[in-house]
C-alpha cells in the first residue's frame, strides 16, 4: 500500500483542516486506517482510526469530539476532519495503514505509512 497525505497548514486556533489519504497498491477496504501524529521532541500519538468498512471508529482522548475520520474506499481516501484546533495540535500528522490483528492505537502495528503533513495551529 502506497499512502499520500495531504491537506495541513496554517490555521488559527479555532479554526478548521481536513487532511486527507490519499490510498494505492492494495485493496484499501482490506485495511484499517489510522492518523498519528508526532510533535518535536514527542512520541508518536494516535490519533484516530477506522475499520476496514467505516463501521467503526476511534479517537485519542485529546481529540475525542473535535475530530472525525472517514474513508471512502470507492475513491482509496481517508479523511481527518479537524475542528476547533488548539495550539497543542501542531504537529506532523501521518495516515498509516494495517491488517485487522494488532493494536489499532500501536504505531508498531501499522506496517505502511505516509509521508506526514505538517500542521500548525497559530494562537
Known amino acids: 500500500v502506497q499512502l499520500q497525505a495531504s491537506g495541513g497548514g496554517l490555521v488559527q486556533a479555532g479554526g478548521s483542516l481536513r487532511l486527507s489519504c490519499a490510498a494505492s497498491g492494495r485493496i484499501i477496504g482490506n485495511y484499517v486506517m489510522g492518523w498519528f501524529r508526532q510533535a518535536p521532541g514527542k512520541e508518536r500519538e494516535f490519533v484516530a482510526r477506522?475499520?476496514?468498512?467505516?463501521?467503526?471508529?476511534a479517537y485519542g482522548d485529546s481529540v475525542k469530539g473535535r475530530f472525525a475520520i472517514s474513508r471512502d474506499n470507492a475513491k482509496t481516501t481517508v479523511y481527518l476532519q479537524m475542528n476547533s484546533l488548539k495550539p497543542e495540535d501542531t504537529a506532523v500528522y501521518y495516515c498509516?495503514?494495517?491488517?485487522?490483528?494488532?493494536?489499532?492505537?500501536?504505531?508498531?502495528?501499522?506496517?505502511?505509512w505516509g509521508q506526514g503533513t505538517q500542521v500548525t495551529v497559530s494562537s
Open positions: 477506522i475499520s476496514e468498512t467505516g463501521g467503526s471508529t
Open positions: 498509516a495503514a494495517k491488517r485487522f490483528y494488532g493494536s489499532n492505537e500501536s504505531p508498531a502495528s501499522y506496517s505502511y
